[in-house]
Every structure is written in C-alpha cells, then in structure tokens.
C-alpha cells in the first residue's frame, strides 16, 4: 500500500495507519516533491505531473498489486497515478479532483473556489503569507492560520512555493469524466464540515466512478486525517482489507 500525504504536510501523517497494517501489509509512505529533507526550490517551475510520475515508478516497482491511499492533493495524485498504472483500489480523503464539477449542476461550488489568489507575492524571505493565510483559512474556516502553533507555520512556510504551484497546477486540470476510466474498488471520503466545494467534487467523483462508493463523516472537516486519524484509519483499513 501507497499513502501519499496532503499538500503542506509530509508522509508523517500515515505513521499510525502504516503501524495498524503492517502485520499484512508492505506500507510505503514517501514524501512528495519538495517535503522531507530536499525543499524544492523557490521560484522554480513545478507542475503536478511530476508528482505522478514519481510515484508510478514506485508503483511498477512493487511485485504484489498495490492499493493506493491519499489525502486531498495526495488523493488528487492517486486519481492520476490510477489512470496512468492498474493499482488494486483506491480510498481517498477529500481529492481536490475539482474537475469533476458541473458547471451547472455545481455553480454554487464552483464560485466557492474562485477566492484564492493564483500570484504568488513573496516577502523579503521568499515568502508569500498571506496566500498561505488565506489557503489554510479556506480549507479550516476564518482563523485557522492564526490559530496554528508557531511550529506548524515555520513548516508551511517551507514549503509554501511548492503548495502554491500544486495548487496553481492541479486547478489547470481538466481530467474530469476521464476519471471514470477508473474502475478500481474506490472509497471516497468527505467531511460535513468541509467546503462545499470539496463536499461537492467528492459526490461528484463517486457518482463518476464505476465503482466509487462516498462516504460522509459527520462533525469532521477536510483535516480528519490528521484531527480525527482514528476514524478515517478505521474506515481505509477496511476498506483495503475488502478490496
């Protein structure tokens, strides 16, 4: 199994789930791009695609068939890595596959996307807090990037030029009824307290899917990975174990 972590974070956020399935699985939880002890580089061009391809030559690299987790952009990668390679299923937390929206049918989701700033306008230190402000506040809700400790700041501000470009990228991409050629076991998690716009676009994915199945978690929003680890572990164990 594949664990791919959300954009911001590091592979450290499935050290528990890795520890729950390891008695009967091979768990492999790398760092994307620019996490973990190589930053990517302020400045310099950076696009999606190139997270995929990592990934799908770890992929090929395995002899048994491998189940793919991820968390928002992680979940964003495992659609594409899918599409590119036969895994064996997928569950996903919140994919930012925003594709996947109608225009018609999701307007009102659609025009809830449309707040973040695409420049990037970066301090004396090459950093731009204010979008990262303003990322955090809309995923968490007015506050939350104020609310975070000290720490938790310092490490987005790392990687703060490498989570604008994932964000900048993956709004470019235009896969959407594409994704249908996915036709692997796939749970697709959301949580009610989330964004409407990424409540929407995990409904959307699993109605797409040929065997998606949506779940909704109650009281959570788009961290539950991290805030609610239990519950969501609890769900993707099973769900892998079935699949």
């Not at 997270?51 to 979940?75: F, K, N, T």
């Not at 994932?166 to 050629?181: H, K, M, N, P, Y």
């Amino acid at each position: 199994m594949i664990c791919l972590h959300s954009g911001g974070f590091t592979s450290r956020q499935w050290k528990r789930l890795a520890q729950t399935l390891a008695p009967t699985h091979h768990v492999i939880t790398p760092d994307l791009i620019g996490y973990g002890a190589e930053p990517w580089p302020t400045g310099e061009p950076f696009h999606y695609q190139q997270d995929v391809d990592v990934i799908v030559e770890i992929v090929r690299a395995q002899v048994d068939p491998v189940h793919l987790v991820g968390h928002s952009y992680g979940g964003f990668l495992a659609c594409h890595i899918a599409r590119a390679i036969p895994v064996a299923s997928l569950a996903l937390y919140e994919p930012v596959t925003f594709s996947v929206l109608d225009p018609a049918r999701d307007a009102d989701a659609i025009a809830g996307l449309q707040g973040l700033r695409t420049t990037w306008e970066p301090d004396e230190y090459g950093v731009d807090e204010p979008w990262l402000a303003s990322f955090v506040d809309w995923w968490n809700g007015a506050g939350a990037w104020a609310a975070l400790p000290p720490e938790t700041k310092g490490a987005f501000r790392a990687v703060g030029w490498k989570v604008f470009r994932e964000v900048i990228t993956l709004g470019g991409d235009t896969t959407g009824a594409g994704f249908a050629s996915i036709a692997v076991p796939t749970l697709v998690m959301t949580g009610a307290r989330s964004p409407l716009g990424e409540q929407r676009t995990c409904e959307r994915l699993a109605e797409l899917l040929p065997r998606g199945v949506l779940k909704r978690f109650e009281g959570v929003g788009h961290m539950a990975p991290i805030t609610h680890q239990a519950l969501i572990d609890a769900a993707i164990v099973e769900h892998v174990c079935a699949s």
